[in-house]
T-cell receptor
Framework: KNEVEQSPQNLTAQEGEFITINCSYS?????LHWLQQHPGGGIVSLFM???GKKKHGRLIATINIQEKHSSLHITASHPRDSAVYIC????????????FGKGTLLTVNP | GAGVSQTPSNKVTEKGKYVELRCDPI?????LYWYRQSLGQGPEFLIY????????DSGLPNDRFFAVRPEGSVSTLKIQRTERGDSAVYLC???????????FGSGTRLTVV
């Protein structure tokens, strides 16, 4: 069983819709990264969080350490948000090694 | 530099050859990480440097893989006797230390033919 489960695997939305991507993990962690990867592009770190909520522009990330669950929300989605979004917790017992989810492919249509 | 730079961006090599992949991290970042991303998979951890030393090399798949960071800045990932299964995107990332956010490079796409 993969230690990190993301849902949905694929998501298609219309421009302007509110997007939610979920991440569940099975091991204890100290923090979690949300990453973005455009097709053929590099990986960009969006957030690193260990508790509560963080907001950056139209992106919001939340985490519940006790429930081993995190969510990434995109408000007022735009076609340029189309990318793979990856949840990557810091592996249990490590404060540096990321375990990557398989990613959620988001397509936002105009 | 402004970001993490990886060179070359693409490398095609013949089976059995030796290759070197270079990573130039953000200036001042003490922590450097190598990951490998095979087609359709998420990246997998290879090695972590803190300064000049490899603090954790448990992800290196076998002794054909070796990485160095002699001056605590630029790192080189070396692969001997390449095999077709080594084909992947090799990602480098750096951070100001553990517990800080990562900055990723654009990766080196290695193809072994």
């Amino acid at each position: 069983k993969n230690e990190v489960e993301q849902s949905p695997q694929n998501l298609t939305a219309q421009e302007g819709e509110f997007i939610t991507i979920n991440c569940s993990y099975s091991v204890g962690i100290s923090a979690l990264h949300w990453l973005q990867q455009h097709p053929g592009g590099g990986i960009v770190s969006l957030f690193m969080l260990s508790s509560g909520k963080k907001k950056h522009g139209r992106l919001i990330a939340t985490i519940n350490i006790q429930e081993k669950h995190s969510s990434l929300h995109i408000t007022a989605s735009h076609p340029r948000d189309s990318a793979v979004y990856i949840c990557a917790p810091l592996s249990g017992g490590s404060n540096y090694k990321l375990t990557f989810g398989k990613g959620t492919l988001l397509t936002v249509n105009p | 530099g402004a970001g993490v730079s990886q060179t070359p961006s693409n490398k095609v090599t013949e089976k059995g050859k030796y290759v070197e992949l270079r990573c130039d991290p953000i200036s001042g970042h003490t922590a450097l990480y190598w990951y490998r991303q095979s087609l359709g998979q998420g990246p997998e951890f290879l090695i972590y440097f803190q300064g000049t030393g490899a603090a954790d090399d448990s992800g290196l798949p076998n002794d054909r893989f070796f990485a160095v960071r002699p001056e605590g800045s630029v790192s080189t990932l070396k692969i001997q006797r390449t095999e077709r299964g080594d084909s992947a995107v090799y990602l480098c990332a750096s951070s100001a230390g553990t517990g800080y956010g990562y900055t990723f490079g654009s990766g080196t796409r290695l193809t072994v033919v």
